[in-house]
């Protein structure tokens, strides 16, 4: 089976990039089989995404990669080359409510998320049996008002442990503290249940029944310190009339956030999101 | 031809409401064409839209309402039956930018929205020769800075010499001084570029795309004193990606003006719109 | 806690309907706790579904029901009296594929779907651990093609000893012999993975792939004698660009499938849908 | 103001194409400002499509188009090298109904579309009043049953006297005879009012009306032989309940084919849109 990989790169816009990353990919034996590109011409920033393959003879990936580490310094250039088939590690945090993580466990067991799901955290004990079924570890952290530090001292050691490449908020309804944002930043992924930034905070189905939105929404984003301001991957929406009551709007949105929170932690996965300040380029 | 009435109702929810209204319709040969119920259990409080035709003979539309106002009393009923072939009387309302209004016009013209489109009124010349075509007076009435008061007198004069049923704001970017809300309210109509509640005030493109937002959005809503806060009619959405710029986000959002605004602004038209606190019931 | 009824009415428009029918529910104390109404102006057909609580004493369902029987005789009416308390008794017939069975037993467990699934069928061995989960019977009946007509008598001897009242081929892949898509018409559900009439029968992710269409979709249905051609419930599409393969596809369906048939199954079993000709009127 | 050229390749996959590519553009002080490529794995074959602008010194647009054209041809390539300030010349053929053809000039007038719309064909009167509007010429070529070569005589006589580059079928309501598909294959666009492949022909509303459907779309399309068969450029869809009537559906569906019908249209215009087989790759 052919080895693939991706190259993610953003660096000052300048002339020439893609005629020097093209020529080192060929250089070395690569062909390339996907390519994503962006310009932001207000920040003078250049994106990319490429999948390289082999060509006439392998892909010799340590060539490339030590000359492109010499290479990509005069360019500035922020670089990553990924295995493709390496899985990235996992942690799935939860709280009571299934439907967010069984439909990340779902889709995992089935072969649409390529990553090692490595163990469950929750502070509550209700997806235990759900965590036995795929023969998941569970790891049941309390997070008890007073003392909060020490609940989330013991999730920054599970992630250690684990070495984890992500952690999923899969609806787990804490407050990650400021200290981890920063540590695990760009690596941690939440699904608030609105279209920010509309409804931050608690109860934004209320919020939103409140004030009579005629769409609910949900958005898949990066964890940073201010509440549910971090980098947008993914949003989409769901009408509702005046006849959709508050609980239906629970129901309804359950569908928007599963398809969201999937479908940005996919394109973590197959490295397809790109940080820029507090937004994100998404080569989906 | 059939004539048709609709009768709009509104009042503490109670039992035998539909049946007393159904009766009485029955009682002077009405009847129902298109029947629209909605019960809210949270503040209990009951809604209906019917549209109502000739039975065997004719519906006695004065005998009807006689009886009506009588018996609506005891139920502390809110309620309107309107002529549904009598077109409202409707001021159009622009700023500089012509697709709101260009796209109201010729709807009305090709018979999609039955009214009576009376004049326009704008704070600038740019719509003058579009009124024209349409066979429209136009009242140019600038928005002086410290001279508000003055244009906002002259437009309610407008309003009250062409006895104006709605007032559209398609795009006309000048906030409406309170008084004039208060005495026109549920009356004036406007479209925010938003999606709201996000993105208040002025430039919520830009807002929009500094959030990095994946969907922007627009809403109709009826204006209230406070600044896009009204009562909303309907709200639509459309995707953006990392490389829809600024522009590409006008240019898109647009589109999705013009589709919320003509929708709200047909739904009150034919009186499916029921204001009820900050919030509407649409009978769509 | 209130006992709720749905009554579910079809048959030729006529005056005087609604006036009856509230009368009567006005007469043995229920109270309308949700109404929708239809009139087809082309068949001139009335449609008319009402959910029922109790007014100042308990509805008098028996007292209701019996002077119905007589009085709707005169209308020719179909209706029926549901106790909406009353699960539905569903099987699941299931073949290989699990994204849409395992949705729908996530949502029963859930409490998204009021009904009773009583087993599952399937001519696959694949979901048999599924059905463990759930501790649902599991009868795995071959459909081999020289005895097909064995394997479905089968089917119709488990449907009549578990007394069922709905059958949903949660992409079951077998066409279903014309006797028993009569015997059981309007129980049969069955989800089409295209946007019908598009793409009828086999492999229709591939047809569209091959087609280049820019949207794909499913369509849930009443199953009938002729190949995916029956009542419409319900359907969806999703986007596809140039760039999505069969097999992206194929993942890409699987959420429109499962939205379309958990929706149009849920709206069968809130007895939302009624069948008139090859049609379907959803109350939604 | 700085010189932009669009730069559209598709050709088998090999290795190198990028690199050579990119060489080249760096080489005649080219800069990428837009890229986008595709690679479709079962026909084996590659497509990509460059927005340069000007690197350190201005692109050499003949020294690259010359090089260009003797190196292309190893690799089997059909390109193009586009002036994208240079507008192309269009067409618009319309009928009775104005919606579309509406749309599309007020869409250019408003600088939303780049071209130089050159003059109106119409088998009908209705809609020289709107060319005079916009100062086009109008042509009034009537279709006559047994007369229609004469029609087609004559259009075809009008596409090459004006030498236009793009012919846009704004509801034109007549069948393109087999000689004209193939003479101007790729360069005429149509709207087709339904989501083909479902309810080709006439009345496509009715179609979907009888069967029942509960979405109603639009498909915009080049013209080939067979008719609303041709390679699909966008289509898009509206959601519709059993209360839409036919005259409703075309009402709803109006929007949708404005949508799909300018988008399609500006895709073409910006040389998004790659034609290959029966099916397009859009680079939007």
């Not at 492109?68 to 590690?89: C, H, N, Q, Y």
Request: glycine residues 6%; aromatic residues 10%; contains cysteine.
């Amino acid at each position: 089976m052919d080895k693939v990989f991706r190259l993610v790169v953003s660096c000052p816009d300048k002339l020439g990039i893609v005629a020097m990353v093209s020529n080192m990919i060929a250089k070395y034996s690569g062909s390339i089989r996907e390519a994503s590109q962006h310009t932001d011409f207000i920040d003078d920033w250049f994106f990319m995404r490429y999948e390289i393959g082999s060509g006439l003879s392998p892909f010799d990936v340590e060539g490339f990669r030590k000359e492109f580490s010499d290479v990509s310094t005069g360019f500035e250039m922020s670089w990553r080359l990924i295995d493709a088939k390496e899985p990235k590690k996992v942690i799935l945090m939860a709280s009571k409510d299934p439907h967010c993580p069984l439909d990340i466990l779902h889709r995992w067991k089935s072969g649409e998320l390529n990553c090692e799901i490595q163990c469950m955290i929750s502070n509550h004990k209700d997806m235990e049996k759900v965590a036995g079924w795929y023969d998941l570890p569970y790891y049941h952290v309390p997070v008890i008002p007073d003392k909060k530090e020490e609940a989330f001292a013991r999730i920054n050691e599970l992630i250690e442990e684990y070495e984890s490449d992500v952690v999923v908020l899969a609806r787990y309804m804490q407050i990650i503290p400021p200290e981890l944002c920063a540590k695990y930043a760009g690596r941690i992924i939440n699904i608030h249940h609105s279209f920010l930034p509309s409804f931050v905070g608690a109860k934004p189905y209320e919020q939103a029944y409140n004030r009579g939105v005629k769409l609910i929404g949900a958005t898949s984003h990066y964890v940073t310190e201010e509440l549910d301001a971090g980098p947008i991957i993914d949003q989409d929406v769901v009408r509702v009339s005046h006849s959709v009551s508050k609980e239906e709007m629970i129901r309804l949105g359950k569908d928007v956030e599963r398809m969201v929170l999937s479908r940005g932690f996919r394109y973590h996965l197959e490295d397809r999101v790109l940080i820029h300040g507090n937004k994100t380029v998404v080569f989906d």
